[in-house]
């Protein structure tokens, strides 16, 4: 975005132009409490070869993943993304092309999220899809948005500790000034103890509770079980999956999911530093009119040609906001794209080849660090393509990656971050793109830096 300075002499013609004497008056409407009454404390101005000559030093600080060799996990993944994914997406008619709004200029756009949408019930088993948010995190905030304002009228949400943290902290954020009450369910031993969730539920009646599976932990959870409890204690079912973990793992629409979220990273795009990504909201037809963002439908035009419109948009620029589910203003559109193309391109035995290949590669990992690196998994319960290890203390799992680090590799994920009771563990994640050297190197790396550490004078 360029640069447009104004001089104090255009900062008064603009406000002669619309009629306010001043600045202060210009922002009256917004109340005094939330005002900034001084100055901002910034350092002093550079000029513009200073200023970049910084922006690069900053920018040089970063390491992109694919000078290392990844074992990061924790919502998101380096899986194989096939050439196909990348020459569609970068087709011009859809890399530059804006948000419909004039449905009928922009079939093509349409075509894709109709196309999208099909692909995402056919994956969860679930009715629809919107054609797609921001992230998986947001995707999880609405959706439990949309279990508040369904017809139970109940304002708690229950939500067990091994979800996603950032995702929590984002659900925390939007019910921030809502009257909602976050019932955090602890799970000590890496998964939802039913008969502790059974306890919660009996206590006070939950509009919606969320389970994510696999749980960040990578650990699998008894989701027929647990959806069976939820609903007859009246509740909605909120499910956070992993899209490749579908390959293998029952459809969450198949053992009784109400709400499906989800982040689509893993479905075509680049771990990027974090962005931009693809959240995925799918649901049952009976939370049609509870769903944000846009709904693409396929229809036929005078002619009889088969064509597609925006069927449903309760967004607050088409409806009375009081009305409106959403202030989602845009879709991932790219993303989604590229998901659609990844979906398409691997169909269901690819994606099940994909999963597979994760499993196995993890549990073998898992089994040679336990082994020959003497670490412990933090926890006994059956996982997919992630699992947590425990070392001695927190000061050994930094000194671990860091070193790990040095040698070119992404080890994996200090939990001390989020779980201080699991300070002295971390989590690994294992993909398809993992090779056996890759990890043979990863074992030995780490049960070298463990011996060294361990031969160090106390």
């Not at 398409?344 to 999963?355: E, T």
């Not at 971390?426 to 993992?434: D, G, N, P, S, W």
Request: glycine letters at 8%; hydrophobic letters at 40%.
């Amino acid at each position: 975005m360029a640069y447009l300075p104004q001089t104090e002499d255009e900062v008064r013609a603009m406000l002669a132009a619309i009629g306010v004497p001043d600045v202060n008056a210009l922002f009256a409407g917004i109340p005094s409490d939330v005002q900034l009454k001084r100055r901002l404390d910034l350092p002093p101005a550079l000029s513009e070869l200073e200023l970049t000559q910084h922006l690069e030093h900053l920018a040089s600080e970063n390491q992109a993943c694919h000078q290392f060799t990844c074992f990061l996990g924790g919502g998101c993944y380096d899986h194989f993304i096939p050439a196909v994914v990348d020459f569609v997406a970068s087709r011009s008619e859809f890399y530059t092309s804006y948000t419909p709004y004039q449905p009928e200029v922009s079939q093509g756009n349409l075509q894709a999220f109709f196309e999208y949408q099909t692909l995402i019930t056919q994956l969860t088993g679930m009715d629809v899809s919107n054609a797609s948010m921001y992230d998986g995190a947001s995707a999880l905030a609405e959706a439990v948005l949309m279990a508040l304002g369904s017809q139970t009228g109940r304002r708690r949400v229950v939500m067990p500790e091994n979800v996603h943290p950032e995702y929590r902290a984002v659900v925390a954020t939007y019910l921030q000034h809502a009257t909602a009450e976050i019932v955090l369910l602890p799970t000590p031993g890496g998964v939802v103890d039913p008969s502790d969730l059974q306890h919660v539920l009996e206590k006070s009646p939950a509009a919606c509770v969320v389970l994510q599976q696999p749980n960040f932990f990578g650990c699998v959870e008894s989701a027929s079980q647990i959806a069976e409890m939820v609903h007859q204690a009246g509740a909605i079912f909120i499910t956070v999956v992993d899209p490749i973990s579908l390959g293998i793992l029952r459809r969450p629409g198949d053992y009784g999911a109400d709400i499906v979220v989800a982040e689509g990273q893993p479905l075509g795009l680049p771990m990027m530093w974090g962005g931009p990504y693809l959240g995925i909201l799918a649901c049952r037809e009976a939370f049609l009119r509870r769903l944000p963002g846009r709904l693409v439908g396929q229809t036929t035009d005078r002619r009889g040609n088969r064509c597609w419109v925006l069927t449903l948009q309760t967004r607050e620029q088409h409806i009375r906001r009081e009305k409106a589910t959403s202030n989602i203003c845009t879709n991932q559109g790219l993303m989604a794209l590229r998901a659609t193309v990844y979906l398409a391109a691997m169909g269901s035995r690819g994606l099940r080849r994909v999963a597979e290949s994760c499993l196995k590669k993890a549990h073998q990992l898992q089994q040679r660090l336990c082994t020959d690196a003497r670490f412990r998994p933090l926890f006994s319960k059956p996982f997919f393509k992630e699992f947590a290890l425990r070392a001695e203390s927190a000061d050994e799992v930094a000194d671990l990656l860091e070193g790990a680090g040095h040698e070119g590799f992404f080890a994996g994920l200090p939990l001390g971050r989020w779980y201080p009771q699991h300070g002295d563990a971390f989590l690994v994640a294992v993909t398809e793109k993992r090779t056996e050297e890759e990890m043979e190197q990863l074992v030995r790396i780490l049960g070298n830096l463990r011996h060294a550490q361990s031969a160090r004078p106390r």
